[in-house]
């Protein structure tokens, strides 16, 4: 049978101790690979009147303080004059603002909340600046600079479901000045807008009208930045057609959509809005109301920590995965763009290219993150690379004895484990990864039961006693294929994430594989 590219290491077990058992299944083309990685825990810890001068003459004193607040006072305006910012100074930070931290289009609203007008980042910076250089002259120090600025140019985003029709373009927006259209996409936004008045915010954005879709590097740059321009708005006005209460937040589809996840974790200001317009929450912002909490944490199984305090980035990123499964996007290619924010990594967009993008996606990913849960899939693998899922919801795949296993920080005995090999990476080869990887031996310890000969639906028990602290493991399926791009070893799809519990751990040498 041929072993593929294969190197052979050993690694010294004094910090970093690998174990495992290997098996042969009945099929003498399926290898079954457990394996493990130990990680010893290194812990540092640190324990945690001026004299007064001899009395003088009145007048030489009294000339001698009248110097001294001549130059405190010289001194003072020195600084003053130094620290207040210019008028240059003061369009520069907006500029650095408009440019860089919010959406390329949005929506200036009149006073009277009669006219909406679409103004580009330009036209945002001229409009303003009156306004800005009065709010900003009476400051002493450029310190405060920033927060003035962003202040007086706060903005509110709408997160909804699209309708299939009648949604107001960007082109309609661009020539339309008082929209007065009685069509269901106006009203919503309209809707919308008086909200965001009531928020303080003459300034709206929406995804449907505010992207020049014709464009590709502006949508490009939508799709990448759209999660800090959550972030970064005011206040998200969460529109549900179909709730008027918050029992109605398990049928409800925006809960069900790919681009609504970011929409829900990035905003740390958020407000929910029934299909009358009605408040469906107590507070002014919903992420501060307890039963909201709640209803949307078990409506979304994102725990409160992450809904209150979500950061973005390659830190969790199987649980991240599993959010992602509970939602569907139209265009395939989505699946991979909506978690570009959540992830914060860099993906370039290219729709046409379907199921690749999130081959990429989990690329990009593991090339930089290095949590060994990213592998613990099952099902369909992607049709470009077979040791990649092809979507989310391969990390959905898990049963009690798995989900035990992939906790994050798992203690045996009172002692912290990490398992995995956490140093693996992409490579023109296929995914190169250390395992342990024996041919023939200790076969009788593992039986692997299967309902079909491809090993679909498979589990494997370990023929020995129980004991209390037993050790669990995750392990592969591997088979040799000559369609492989090297000839080597594959992935044999599971229909579960298979584990397997033995009764001591074995230190052996490990092998690099390429999958």
Aim: aromatic content about 10%; charged content about 25%; hydrophobic content about 40%.
């Amino acid at each position: 049978m041929s072993r593929g590219h294969t190197r052979s290491s050993f690694k010294s077990n004094e910090v970093i101790q690998r174990s495992s058992i290997s098996i042969t299944s009945p099929d003498s083309r399926v290898k079954c690979i457990p394996w493990k990685l130990e990680v010893q825990q290194i812990m540092f810890a640190t324990p945690i009147g001026h004299g007064a001068a001899a009395p003088a003459n009145n007048v030489a004193e009294n000339a001698e303080s009248d110097v001294q607040n001549e130059i405190d006072e010289i001194s003072c305006n020195e600084i003053d004059q130094d620290g207040a910012p210019t008028e240059a100074d003061i369009m520069t930070v907006t500029a650095e603002l408009v440019f860089n931290e919010m959406p390329s289009h949005l929506i200036y609203i009149s006073d009277d909340y009669e006219t909406m007008t679409l103004i580009d980042r330009e036209t945002l910076v001229d409009l303003f600046r009156p306004e800005l250089i009065r709010a900003c002259k009476d400051l002493v120090s450029k310190d405060k600079l920033p927060d003035v600025v962003r202040q007086n140019l706060r903005y509110a985003a709408l997160s909804h479901r699209w309708l299939s029709v009648g949604e107001p373009t960007f082109q309609e927006m661009s020539v339309e000045r008082n929209h007065q259209s009685t069509r269901p996409g106006f009203i919503k936004l309209r809707k919308f807008c008086q909200k965001a008045r009531e928020y303080g915010c003459r300034l709206a954005w929406s995804d449907t009208c505010c992207i020049d879709k014709r464009s590709s590097a502006e949508l490009d740059e939508a799709i990448r930045a759209m999660f800090k321009w959550y972030r970064n708005a005011e206040i998200c006005i969460v529109f549900l057609a179909d709730s008027s209460s918050i029992s109605d937040f398990p049928e409800e589809v925006w809960f069900q959509r790919g681009w609504t996840l970011q929409e829900l974790l990035a905003p740390p200001r958020i407000k929910f809005y029934g299909s009358s317009w009605e408040e469906l929450g107590r507070s002014r912002n919903d992420k501060e109301d307890h039963s909201m909490l709640q209803a949307l944490s078990q409506v979304t199984g994102i725990s409160r920590q992450n809904l209150l305090y979500f950061s973005p980035g390659l830190v969790d990123v199987r649980e991240k995965m599993i959010w992602a499964s509970k939602r569907r996007t139209t265009r395939i290619e989505d699946v991979a763009y909506s978690l570009i924010g959540i992830l914060n990594i860099s993906l370039s967009v290219a729709y046409g290219e379907g199921d690749r993008a999130f081959r990429r996606l989990m690329e990009a990913i593991m090339q930089a993150c290095r949590e060994w849960q990213i592998l613990a899939w099952a099902g369909p693998h992607s049709p470009f690379q077979a040791s990649t899922p092809r979507s989310p919801l391969a990390y959905c795949a898990f049963d009690e004895a798995s989900a035990n296993i992939l906790l994050p920080d798992r203690y045996i005995m009172d002692r912290p484990s990490k398992l995995g090999d956490p140093f693996f990476t992409m490579t023109k080869r296929g995914l190169e990864l250390e395992v342990i990887l024996e041919h023939g031996k200790k076969t009788q310890v593992i039986r692997l039961i299967s309902d079909s000969a491809s090993f679909y639906d498979v589990t494997a028990r370990c023929d020995v006693t129980f004991l209390p602290f037993s050790h669990d493991y995750l392990f592969f399926v591997l088979g040799s294929s000559i369609d492989s791009a090297y000839g080597g070893w594959q992935k044999v799809e599971t229909q579960k994430i298979v584990t397997i519990r033995t009764k001591r751990e074995v230190y052996r040498q490990v092998t690099t594989v390429w999958l």
